[in-house]
């Protein structure tokens, strides 16, 4: 099974509905994080996570909103999804106690927005 | 924010020869974070390498923080090592990627 799991691998839904792409991970780590890719534009940050307590914005959060339910669980909300919100979404971990910073993703999960 | 430039963006390889993949970045990070994602998508981390020299079989990366880029030597490549080489950087507890460099190796 994989460390770093994410849920729909692949979800198409019409403009105006509410998608929520979730995230768990087996890796025990704190930091959990949340990308997005878009062809030619490389990975960019939506959200990111440090604890349980902790929520931070990143460098695109606009449309989009984050829970954090537990060490092991991430989930990304899209209150009322937008075409331009089609891309592939990466959830990923990183390990705070050991500050090594190296991260781990999910499989991805595959949103397209008619 | 700090700029991650990644050279060059797309490179084509007969299968058995060798490359290298350049990552420049325009502030002092704190790590540095070479991933290969796959024609199927999925992100592999390569190294964690925020200074030095580290090598894992036929691939290998080397830092120089002071002078701000990284390099990723791939040697005899193989159809396998096809896809798309991210280098990411650390600064200010957030990860940023370059753009990518697309790699395909012909049989």
């Known amino acids: 099974d994989a460390d770093v799991t994410q849920t729909p691998r692949n979800r198409i839904t019409k403009t105006g509905k509410r998608i929520m792409l979730e995230c768990s991970q087996t890796k025990g780590h704190d930091r959990m994080y949340w990308y997005r890719q878009d062809p030619g534009l490389g990975l960019r940050l939506i959200y990111y996570s440090f604890d349980v307590k902790d929520i931070n914005k990143g460098e695109i959060s606009d449309g989009y909103s984050v829970s954090r339910q537990a060490q092991a669980k991430f989930s990304l909300s899209l209150e009322s999804a937008i075409p331009n919100q089609t891309a592939l979404y990466f959830c990923?971990?990183?390990?705070?106690?050991?500050?090594?910073?190296?991260?781990?993703f999910g499989e991805g999960s595959r949103l397209t927005v008619l | 924010g700090i700029q991650v430039e990644q050279s060059p963006p797309d490179l084509i390889l007969q299968e058995g020869a060798n490359s290298t993949l350049r990552c420049n970045f325009s502030?002092?990070?704190?790590?540095l974070q070479w991933f290969h994602q796959n024609p199927w998508g999925q992100l592999i981390n390569l190294f964690y390498i925020p200074s030095g020299t580290k090598q894992n079989g036929r691939l290998s990366a080397t830092t120089v923080a002071t002078e701000r880029y990284s390099l990723l030597y791939i040697s005899s490549s193989q159809t396998t090592d096809s896809g798309v080489y991210f280098c990411?950087?650390?600064?200010?507890?957030?990860?940023?990627f370059g753009k990518g460099i697309t790699l395909s190796v012909r049989p």
């Open positions: 990923a971990t990183s390990d705070l106690m050991l500050n090594t910073g190296e991260l781990f």
């Open positions: 990411a950087v650390e600064a200010n507890s957030k990860l940023t």
């Open positions: 502030d002092s990070v704190n790590n």
